[in-house]
């Protein structure tokens, strides 16, 4: 079985960042080992938990992010693992850790980058490495507010209070930065032969995903604003949640730009025989007939695209409340037209197209005696295997298995799943 990360072997250290980059790597055939202190990692002791029974090896959140890993735990106070773990990180490929050291200053980075050339080390930090605040503690709440994201994210009424969205967003986003950096740095050692010190700085990261908000204020003093599910911007736009005939709701997403797309929304009020009782239908004929797409950018400036694109949404309005939630959203999909219906964490997780894909992975549990589905890949690799992961670690449970007393390698996956239960 091939994997796109085959034979890549990598020693995560848990921290608070470092998870999510682990699992993508392992997603991706990494041979990933996550390195924790002989209590667990701290992730190992959040809740919630299986059962609400409290124990390191039921954290819903260590798993969420350690599936398909191994686990390993070293005293840092004890010399001897110490130098076993100094043996070990000569052999990996990348080190994911939350600073350029590890095991309290005890190994770090140019040190093995001096055994190890080929190594590459990925920090994953809250401010970057160089910052005044790196020793600044961080939550979520203080990394998305302070990034940006939660500026963001909210609603029309600005007596409302921004809103912090839940599941660890900082912790996420920096997981994927760390992937991203380690694989470009990857294709650098491809070509070179050389590997690097990749430094995550996770503030900037999640900066980066508050979309034009920020440059729209460096590049032209603008200033977005929160709109209710739609994106922060310096105009206002026009609301897209609709409540459907079912009392569900739905979102009425991308407006149509080009003569043929509005030539079907036409037809699609026709067919439900609401033409007569939407008298702006004019205007969609009007930009049915027109042979070129409309240019969004003179919305309040030329009348006429104002005035078909305002009938264009109230079109949409219209066609979702004369529907079921679901009905609107694949009516409208077979149609071409970018809706959606809104659901709930469940309800999407359940969703035929979701399962259909594949995206809900059962994972035996055989210490639990039960199979628990987890959210998998949400890309498919036509050119890769992509393996049903083993279950995330219990506290230490490979660490008899993962050193070659002789060699101190990481022993091979196969050694590992013949052995584990002996």
């Known amino acids: 079985m091939t994997t796109l990360l085959d034979g890549l072997r990598v020693l995560e250290f848990a921290g608070q960042y470092t998870g999510v980059g682990g699992r993508l790597l392992a997603e991706l055939g990494g041979d990933v080992v996550v390195v924790e202190p002989p209590t667990g990692a ?7 938990f299986v059962d609400d029974t409290r124990d390191p090896d039921r954290s819903l959140r260590w798993w969420a992010e350690n599936v398909g890993k191994r686990s390993v ?6 010399p001897a693992e110490i130098e076993r773990l100094r043996a070990l990180i000569r052999t990996v490929d990348v080190v994911i850790a939350d600073d350029i050291s590890v095991a309290d200053g005890r190994i ?24 005044a605040r790196a020793s600044d503690p961080t939550t979520d709440l203080t990394m998305m507010a302070g990034a940006g994201p939660v500026w963001n994210c909210g609603y029309d009424d600005h007596s409302i209070p921004p809103i912090h969205g839940g599941g660890d967003q900082a912790t996420n986003i920096a997981g994927h930065y760390c992937a991203i950096g380690a694989l470009a740095a990857l294709a ?13 700085n996770v503030t900037a990261a999640c900066n980066v995903t508050s979309e034009q908000t920020t440059y729209n204020w460096l590049v032209a003093g603008e200033t977005c604003v929160r709109q209710t599910g739609r994106h922060a911007y310096f105009l206002p736009s026009s609301p897209v949640q609709v409540r459907c005939a079912d009392g569900a709701y739905a979102t009425t997403g991308i407006l149509p730009r080009r ?8 037809a699609w009020l026709r067919d439900l025989d609401l033409e ?13 007939g027109r042979e070129a797409p409309l240019d969004i950018a003179k919305i309040g400036v030329d009348d006429e695209t104002t005035a078909i694109l305002s009938a ?6 219209l066609i979702a409340s004369r529907l079921p939630a679901h009905e609107f959203f694949t009516s409208g999909q077979r149609r071409g037209f970018p809706v959606g219906a809104v659901l709930t964490v469940d309800e999407a997780f359940e969703d035929e197209h979701v399962v259909a894909r594949g995206f809900p992975l059962p994972v035996d549990h055989p210490e639990l005696d039960r199979t628990v589905r987890y959210p998998g890949r949400p890309y498919h690799l036509h050119t890769a295997d992509t393996p049903v992961p083993a279950r995330p670690p219990l506290v230490g449970e490979h660490d008899r298995l993962l050193y ?14 013949a052995t584990t239960d002996q």
């Open 42 to 48: 701290s992730t190992r002791h959040r809740p919630p």
């Open 73 to 78: 735990t070293v005293d840092p106070d004890d």
């Open 108 to 131: 770090r980075h140019h040190e093995v980058a001096q055994d190890n050339p080929g190594v590459i080390w990925v920090a994953v930090t809250p401010f970057g490495r160089d910052s």
């Open 188 to 200: 650098h050692r491809d070509r070179t032969g050389r590997g690097q010190l990749v430094d995550v």
């Open 259 to 266: 003569p043929t797309e509005f030539a079907d929304m036409l």
């Open 276 to 288: 007569e009782e939407f008298p702006e239908a004019v205007f969609l004929e009007m930009a049915a």
């Open 312 to 317: 264009a949404r109230e079109a949409m309005g």
């Open 404 to 417: 070659d007393p002789a060699t101190s390698k990481v022993a091979s996956r196969e050694s590992v799943s």
